[in-house]
């Protein structure tokens, strides 16, 4: 019997990923551009940051406070995740729900939520340096045949790979 | 943008988040996991991603429909530098901007208040910084915004089937040779069915990882 495959938690990434395939393919031909996310965080971040620091050049021209298309693209994401989640009946407010995460570094929420804070910021800042993240660079860029996108995909390993050695250590 | 072409991006992100959750990568573990090697499943979602992207997009560009956003600049070292210490930040999170939304939607709350005050902190950080390092180091080995059939003066077509086919190679020899190995933490072996015959090696692993 087959299960309906909106109740389903998970299917297979392959399916998945000729999803969003088909989304940057619709996307460039119905609005002109192609998915990304770092950039809906740098226009959100502008509306705190331009009463802030009102003399900065960056959050005046090159990124000002505006609900872009890639905020309502990332509303989008937001919305359809939660969908997903609850026809899936998998839904729920957790503080810390990662079973691998508390198996390794433990049930403490605070510690979960101090490396998750402070993991956001370097990666925010670091596809600030790239020009793009793993959608609007590393997908979006190679789907255009980018340059930029093959070099920050391996890029991500080399950065990820000692990262991830540290923290597990011996469970690595 | 007028309400039409707002309801359409809302639309296509819907089912990016979906995809993004129905991948599993609104979980830590699955994000983490790539990097270990024992889960390889952001790496098959991007690649099927690419492959079929590529293929319908530079079709269509052959037909006229549309042009490419040509907004995405390779300055080498700049590239380089941002793409490691995003990994970092990525394997430590166990999320990226896109999957912190899509995450957060599912209902973590570790994405909604701490990962995005992360992020929203970051972007200010580089905003505020942005004049002292980024005109220069954009400046460095700046190839422009030309895409690689154009830089290498190579047939686009040719280009596209030769790419393609290089990833498809890869996912085929990751399914294959069995890319991921068995997970120390979780005791789970690679994802991948016709690993099921060899369950005592995964468990083996499992014994060591839980203390």
Redesign the interface.
């Known amino acids: 019997m087959i299960k309906n495959p909106l109740k389903?938690?998970?299917?297979s990434?392959?399916?998945?990923?000729?999803?969003?395939?088909?989304?940057?393919?619709?996307?460039?031909?119905?609005?002109?551009?192609?998915?990304g996310?770092?950039g809906?965080?740098?226009n959100?971040?502008?509306f705190?940051?331009q009463p802030?620091?009102p003399d900065?050049?960056?959050?005046k021209f090159?990124?000002p406070a505006v609900i872009s298309?890639q905020v309502?693209?990332?509303?989008?994401?937001?919305?359809?995740?939660?969908?997903?989640?609850m026809l899936a009946g998998?839904?729920?407010?957790?503080?810390?729900?990662?079973?691998?995460?508390k198996?390794?570094f433990g049930t403490q929420?605070w510690k979960?939520?101090?490396?998750?804070?402070?993991?956001?910021?370097?990666?925010?800042?670091?596809?600030?340096?790239?020009?793009?993240?793993?959608?609007?660079?590393?997908?979006?860029?190679?789907?255009?045949?980018?340059?930029?996108?093959?070099?920050?995909?391996?890029?991500?390993?080399?950065?990820?790979?000692?990262?991830?050695?540290l923290?597990?250590g011996?469970?690595? | 943008?007028t309400i039409g072409?707002?309801l359409?991006?809302?639309?296509?992100?819907?089912?990016?988040?979906?995809?993004?959750?129905?991948?599993?990568l609104?979980?830590?573990?699955k994000i983490?996991?790539?990097?270990?090697f024992t889960d390889l499943?952001?790496l098959?979602?991007?690649?099927?991603?690419?492959?079929?992207?590529?293929?319908?997009?530079w079709t269509?560009k052959g037909l006229g429909?549309?042009?490419?956003?040509?907004t995405?600049?390779?300055?080498?070292p700049?590239?380089?530098?941002?793409?490691?210490?995003?990994?970092?930040?990525?394997?430590?999170?166990?999320?990226?901007?896109?999957?912190?939304?899509?995450?957060?939607?599912?209902?973590?709350?570790?994405?909604l208040?701490?990962?995005?005050?992360?992020?929203?902190?970051?972007?200010?950080?580089?905003?505020?910084s942005?004049?002292s390092f980024?005109p220069q180091?954009t400046q460095v080995a700046n190839?422009g915004n030309?895409?690689?059939?154009e830089?290498l003066n190579l047939s686009?077509g040719l280009?596209?089937v030769v790419?393609i086919l290089l990833f498809a190679l890869v996912?085929y020899v990751i399914e294959r040779t069995h890319a991921a190995r068995p997970d120390?933490?979780?005791g789970e072996g690679p994802t991948n069915p016709s690993d099921a015959a060899t369950p005592n090696a995964a468990s083996k692993f499992s014994k060591?990882?839980?203390d």
């Open positions: 389903q938690e998970e299917w990434p392959y399916v998945a990923g000729a999803g969003l395939g088909l989304v940057v393919i619709f996307s460039l031909l119905l609005t002109h551009r192609v998915p996310s770092s809906a965080v740098e959100l971040a502008a705190l940051a802030l620091f900065n050049v960056y959050f090159q990124m298309w309502w693209l990332l509303l989008g994401v937001f919305l359809g995740a939660m969908v997903s989640a998998v839904w729920k407010f957790d503080r810390n729900p990662d079973a691998q995460w198996a390794v929420t979960r939520w101090v490396v998750t804070f402070f993991a956001g910021v370097v990666v925010e800042f670091a596809a600030g340096i790239a020009g793009g993240c793993t959608s609007g660079l590393a997908i979006s860029g190679s789907v255009q045949l980018v340059p930029a996108a093959f070099l920050f995909i391996p890029a991500m390993f080399v950065g990820g790979i000692p990262t991830a050695l923290m597990y011996k469970r690595y | 943008m072409e707002v359409i991006t809302i639309v296509l992100g819907f089912v990016f988040g979906w995809t993004l959750d129905k991948a599993g609104t979980k830590y573990h983490v996991n790539v990097y270990r499943a952001v098959k979602y991007m690649m099927s991603a690419i492959i079929v992207g590529m293929a319908g997009v269509l429909l549309v042009e490419l956003t040509g995405i600049s390779t300055y080498v700049g590239v380089l530098l941002g793409g490691v210490l995003f990994g970092v930040g990525m394997a430590a999170a166990g999320f990226c901007p896109g999957t912190v939304a899509a995450g957060a939607g599912r209902g973590n709350l570790d994405y208040i701490p990962g995005f005050a992360g992020f929203l902190v970051g972007a200010i950080a580089f905003g505020l942005y004049q980024m180091l190839l030309l895409s690689l059939p830089l686009p280009t596209v790419v996912l120390k933490v979780t060591q990882g839980t």
